[in-house]
């Protein structure tokens, strides 16, 4: 099997037509063409319907598309890191996971590898959901591409103005992407569909995550999804932001306050979202983060 090259990447809205070979990039992201990951394991941080009792089969890659400065993951997201792997060695993955007993596939922030990703994905041909786990930072013919691969989108839906954007993740086009990104994900999957054990088998939840601070903009992103999305839609509220040892501004070095999340559930409430998640005090911790194993 040959080593993936691509020319001219427009896999992301950078639109940067990166060269990107096997062990090089030099795009927006920075990633090569090789996908790498950074811990494949059975997990059981995500929604309840995601991580069931047996644990969500997650695959985190390096690279991201966005520039986040209160990212969490920052450790895998900016360099490359982890193991190189190909098509096969992907597909060898994913079914040793679906062979633990992994309720879905959960590959975290992929889309710089996509187009190793989906032939990964061909070649596995899984009996478990795929859980695409997204920034939300997606083009549509990206996801158009997913079709028929991809049973759940965990996208974020991070910000509902340019300045927001662009303050926090280098991306002002954010809003503007994020809306037809949405509808194409719920395109795909249509309504939601759960098992008889309440796992979800198919559709799409939407996470948002809150920052201190922000309750306007949160407040901003929560009117967006009201005017895009079915008010049906399994909405994920985070309250889990963890304020990092020097943060960018000022705002972002303390955690969400009580006052700011519970009018944010309020908002929802009021906007029609009545379906989803919510998160108590106790997830805002170190915790919660991931421990990288670099595989």
């Known amino acids: 099997m040959s080593m993936p090259q691509i020319s001219q990447c427009m896999l992301c809205p950078r639109q940067c037509g990166a060269l990107r070979t096997p062990t090089e990039g030099n795009g927006f992201c920075k990633m090569p063409a090789l996908p790498a990951v950074c811990r494949a394991a059975l997990h059981f941080g995500e929604e309840p319907c995601i991580s069931g009792t047996r644990g969500s089969g997650t695959v985190f890659f390096c690279g991201c598309t ?14 490359y890191c982890g193991k190189p792997m190909t098509a096969q060695q992907l597909c060898e993955l994913f079914v040793q996971l679906q062979e633990q007993g992994a309720h879905n596939m959960n590959l975290v922030t992929a889309t710089p590898f996509a187009d190793t990703v989906i032939e990964a ?5 899984l009996t478990v959901p795929v859980v695409w786990n997204t920034s939300g930072y997606e083009t549509v013919e990206t996801l158009k591409a997913l079709e028929g691969l991809v049973q759940i989108y965990l996208p974020d839906c991070k910000y509902a103005t340019r300045a927001a954007a662009q303050k926090y993740s280098a991306a002002p086009d954010y809003p503007a992407v994020i809306v037809p990104a949405l509808r194409e994900m719920l ?5 939601a569909r759960l098992d008889e054990q309440g796992i979800l088998q198919q559709g799409v939840i939407i996470r948002h995550l809150m920052l201190p601070g922000e309750l306007k903009e949160t407040l901003a992103v929560i009117d967006l999804l009201r005017q895009t999305v079915p008010t049906d839609t399994q909405i994920s509220l985070l309250r889990q932001y ?3 040892a020097q943060p960018a501004y000022p705002n972002l070095a ?4 009580t006052y700011e999340y519970e009018k944010a559930v309020q ?6 979202f009545t379906n989803g998640f919510t998160q108590d005090k106790s997830s805002a911790t170190a915790e919660y983060l991931p421990e990288w194993d670099l595989i």
């Open 121 to 125: 994905l061909r070649l596995a041909k």
């Open 66 to 79: 966005l520039r986040c400065c209160f990212c969490q993951n920052e450790q895998i997201s900016r360099s």
């Open 242 to 244: 963890t304020p990092p």
């Open 267 to 272: 908002a929802l409430l009021d906007a029609g």
């Open 254 to 257: 303390r955690r969400v306050t």
């Open 187 to 191: 395109r795909q999957t249509g309504a």
